[in-house]
């Protein structure tokens, strides 16, 4: 499956951005799915994993009660609703799935074996 991110762009602290995370050649029907962030000079980091079979989700402590995953009815697109942001969100955010992901690998980006493009969230203070 190939994976399209967008919805990125430059807000206030305190604004909201919708990120999207389009599938094309499958859906995440049966994949688990994350994001990821990456700040210059920084490693990746983990945001969210959801395993969609098992409904369970798991949130970085960084943004829990504040971003939101979700997917859309025909399983083609998921969204990361980001409220309440911060200068710290700055970041390129990926997305990412992969089969038989267990709920421990979700925050391992060697768990995942498909990788959006980036889009850049930039939070000004």
């Known amino acids: 499956v190939q994976l399209q991110a967008s919805g990125g762009g430059l807000v206030q602290a305190g604004g909201s951005l919708r990120l999207s995370c389009v599938a094309s050649g499958g859906t995440f029907s049966d994949l688990a799915t994350g994001w990821f962030r990456q700040a210059p000079g920084k490693e990746r980091e983990f945001v969210v994993g959801?395993?969609?079979?098992?409904?369970?989700?798991r949130y970085a402590d960084s943004v829990k009660g504040r971003f939101t995953i979700s997917r859309n009815k025909d399983r083609s697109t998921v969204y990361l609703q980001m409220n309440n942001l911060k200068p710290e969100d700055t970041a390129i955010y990926f997305c990412a799935a992969g089969p038989r992901i267990i709920w421990s690998n979700l925050d391992v980006p060697s768990s995942y074996n498909s990788w959006g493009q980036g889009t850049q969230v930039t939070v000004s203070s």
């Open positions: 959801v395993r969609w079979n098992a409904g369970s989700i």
